[in-house]
């Protein structure tokens, strides 16, 4: 099996930053694997996710990324970047558009320049969207505004703008955050199915273990900007996540619990 992320001795800081964003990490995430970063604020996984998306600059170690090794200091080629979709916290949707042409927008990439200059898909680009919408149980939103949906639609909406783009690896930073429990958890479910039944790989960050063991195969534990843990999830420990999150903001004196 190959490997959809390498990354080794990888170092990065914030300009003026006391203390390194990231710092000596090293791992391999094999292709069509389910990852979840796991940690509290501030332990460095939304860097790593925004690095692997190659919006970042200034890093040291090597990354490679679908076979393709990133250079610190230029953006991945153009052609590459459709590879990797990318889904945000914020859902960051057009509000004012419709749901079907949110969901569009992830096909820009696919699409040759001038067709995506004039926003003028395709008949195939049409089909790809509307079978995301229908992958993601929101068919029938299709020509409402973004802005007139819940936010666990929205979240689905952004799902499928990202499975639009027919990525290789899908990327999601605190996918879940936003959402009561038992949406966070139609949510993560969706989205880990349809990764493996596209057979990209998935890596997304949360600060809930009990989610994250429910639909990873693979927990990475940072704090600190470092990895302090990488198992397969039927290893992870309740005392490992107890660890993690010591003395960190997400502790309100409640144990945390992993729950199979």
């Avoid at 195939?124 to 409402?144: E, M, V």
């Avoid at 899908?170 to 009561?180: F, G, H, K, R, Y």
């Avoid at 005392?239 to 997400?250: G, I, K, S, W």
Wanted: proline residues 6%; neutral net charge.
């Amino acid at each position: 099996m190959t490997d959809a992320v390498l990354v080794d001795d990888l170092g990065f800081s914030h300009p003026d930053a006391i203390l390194p964003a990231l710092e000596r990490v090293s791992l391999s995430i094999p292709t069509g694997e389910a990852v979840a970063l796991l940690g509290p604020s501030g332990a460095g996984k939304t860097t790593l996710l925004t690095l692997l998306d190659g919006r970042l600059r200034g890093w040291r170690g090597r990354v490679s990324v679908l076979d393709a090794p990133f250079d610190p200091d230029r953006a991945p080629p153009l052609a590459r970047r459709s590879d990797t979709g990318f889904i945000f916290q914020e859902f960051a949707l057009v509000e004012r558009s419709t749901v079907l042409r949110n969901v569009l927008n992830g096909r820009l990439g696919r699409m040759p320049p001038l067709r995506a200059l004039l926003g003028r898909p395709s008949g195939r680009d049409l089909d790809i969207a509307q079978a995301a919408l229908a992958d993601c149980g929101i068919a029938d939103l299709a020509d409402r505004r973004a802005d007139s949906v819940s936010g666990g639609q929205r979240q689905r909406v952004a799902i499928a703008r990202c499975l639009a783009q027919e990525p290789q690896l899908i990327l999601a930073d605190e996918p879940v955050s936003n959402l009561d429990p038992t949406r966070a958890a139609e949510v993560l479910d969706l989205l880990t199915g349809a990764a493996r039944a596209r057979s990209a790989t998935v890596i997304f960050s949360s600060h809930q273990p009990e989610l994250a063991c429910r639909f990873a195969d693979r927990i990475i534990g940072m704090r600190y900007g470092r990895i302090v843990f990488d198992t397969p999830t039927r290893d992870l420990t309740e005392d490992a996540t107890t660890e993690l999150y010591r003395d960190a903001d997400v502790l309100t004196g409640a144990k945390l619990q992993v729950v199979r």
